[in-house]
């Protein structure tokens, strides 16, 4: 059964609205840049940007007409509002002026946003705003970080205004992009049960025998979160771990948690001594309810010092972020599709959301997931083979280290059992050393809130 969508609550959307959410984001991701003034036509900037939107932004349709594509940096690109396609994307005049013929802060909003998901009514089974009708997936740029590109080309605009080039958000060391590296753990004592039943299924009792007496006299391979935090330490990085304090089930059978918090707070304190980030899995039942409170208690004393991801990635647009910030989470990382890696709001950078009943950004940080295992191999999503997940993940991660942007990762401490060898822990290692090879910068979320809230 279809879930039943909160009611649209939003205001038509003024050019000012758009302009001030994206330059604000424009000028997060490149701090360094002199004021310059960038706007409409109308207002007279020095950085002109053509206005395309029309009369868009005061409907309520979740698609805009079919992009342009043109090229910039030898990238292949779409332009959302584009009414000039046949003039160049940036014309530098002599008097120290710039036009962009292309309106990039109509479709950076778009992007940035979320629209498309606030206005659009398809959800999957467990609410989730599907890929599948996504105009990533629509147009193929799931993996392509779009808005930073048109940032790219605002900062051009910016440099022959100022004639001297401006840099992206460096990371600490001076690295040249960052990585943020998270476990879910929806389950700590189960990795019996798959093994067991199958030896059941096929009348194999001696097998089904060992399995329950291994159950019942030895640590499960899934209880293992001291190992998964060595694992990531042993690259010089930290861990966060997302703690779900729900176990009941939602209300279409899907599990929540195979254990109770009691269970979890022996193993959370050491992790925490350890220098790992502790934070909230809010369950299926809390995207949508205020119980996102407690079920942040059960995890720490107060969420304005926890981060938070969703069980299933599940977010309602027209709701979720509104429970988030009045909960007073700090940030969230629940943005990523499920079914593929990439950019779900077309950027790679933290960024606050939109919120669409008030016209303005939201207080709390958003830091977008861009590849979690199960993506990776599983019956319903990419069913890559082991050695496909690097080659497919890297031109993905390479957009990162262009843009300066942050690398979310999401491992379960599920996919660090030896028994998994197709999205399990050598393909993990794999990725970690990819990422130390490129010199990125391994933080926790509640780090990068730190670094942007001193560029706000």
Known sequence: MAPVLPKVSAAAVSAETRLAYVLHHFRLAYAGAAPVSIGYAGQQPQVEVADGAGYFFEQ?????????????????????????????????????????????????????????????????????????????????????????????????????????????????????????????????????????????????????????????????????LAEVHQAVASYGAKSTFFFLPERRKSANGT????????????????????????????????????????????????????????????????????????????????????????????YCLPFYPFNFERGEAFEFLEIPLNVMDATLHHPSYLQLAPDEILPALTPMFQEIERFGGVCTLLWHNENFDPANTRNGPQQFRELMEYLRGRGAAFVTGREVVDIFATRS
């Open 60 to 224: 309520q349709l979740p698609y805009p007409p079919e992009p342009s594509w043109r090229e910039w940096q030898g990238q292949r690109l779409p332009f959302f509002f584009d009414l000039a396609a046949d003039k160049p994307v940036l014309e530098r005049r002599p008097e120290g002026r710039a036009i962009i013929h292309a309106d990039v802060i109509s479709a950076a909003f778009y992007l940035l946003s979320g629209w498309q998901e606030y206005f659009c009514e398809e959800r999957d089974r467990h609410g989730r705003f599907p890929f599948s009708a996504s105009v990533q997936h629509r147009y193929g740029f799931v993996a392509l970080p779009v808005v930073n590109y048109y940032f790219d080309i605002l900062r051009a605009a910016v440099e022959h205004v100022i004639g001297q080039p401006i840099q992206p958000l460096r990371w600490e060391n001076d690295a040249p992009f960052a990585a943020f590296i998270t476990h879910d753990i929806d389950n700590l004592f189960s990795a019996w049960k798959a093994p067991a039943k199958a030896a059941l299924l096929r009348r194999e009792w001696l097998s089904f025998g060992q399995q329950l007496w291994q159950h019942f006299t030895q640590r499960d391979a899934w209880d293992n």
């Open 255 to 346: 599990p929540n948690a195979d254990y109770y918090m009691r269970a979890a707070w022996p193993r959370m304190k050491p992790l925490a001594e350890a220098g790992a980030e502790i934070a909230v899995h809010g369950s299926l039942l809390a995207a949508d309810n205020l119980w996102l409170k407690d079920e942040a208690n059960l995890v720490g004393d107060d969420a304005t010092n926890l981060g938070l991801r969703f069980h299933y990635l599940r977010w309602e647009p027209r709701l979720t972020p509104t429970i988030v910030s009045q909960t007073g989470f700090v940030y969230d990382s629940t943005l990523g599709f499920a079914e593929h890696f990439g950019f779900r709001n077309s």
